[in-house]
């Protein structure tokens, strides 16, 4: 298990690391992206961690391992729940069938390793 979360960790740096790389390249673009990300994440009327479980929702739906990883990091940041988590990724299990479903295994693999 504790290998298992090691390496969910080293994925999420490296995540990071090449994000990182694209915003050194093109930081105008980047920044541009950080505000709408920000600015979509605000509490509001929908707490910032169930946007962010949201997004991993369509993360597993869209069958993106990197965006999983960055956006449980980010709804476990903001205090979300394991239950929760497994209620939202349903949604995605329902929109997006068999492929659905194995991303969402993969972003609870996530939530509990990180």
Do not use: W
Not at 107 to 112: E, I, Q, S, T
Request: glycine share 6%; hydrophobic share 50%; proline share 1%.
């Amino acid at each position: 298990m504790r290998e298992k979360m090691t390496a969910s960790k080293q994925k999420l740096a490296e995540v990071n690391t090449r994000l990182l790389g694209l915003f050194k390249a093109d930081q105008k673009t980047m920044m541009a992206f950080k505000s709408l990300s920000d600015s979509a994440v605000r509490e509001g009327n929908v707490s910032a961690a169930m946007k962010e479980l949201i997004a991993v929702s369509i993360a597993a739906a869209r069958g993106c391992d990197d965006c999983i990883l960055f956006h449980v990091a980010e709804a476990k940041k903001h205090g979300a729940q394991r239950d929760t988590l497994i209620e939202v990724i349903a949604i995605a299990v329902e929109m997006s069938g068999g492929p659905g479903a194995v991303y969402a295994a993969k972003a609870l693999d996530a939530f509990d390793n990180l």
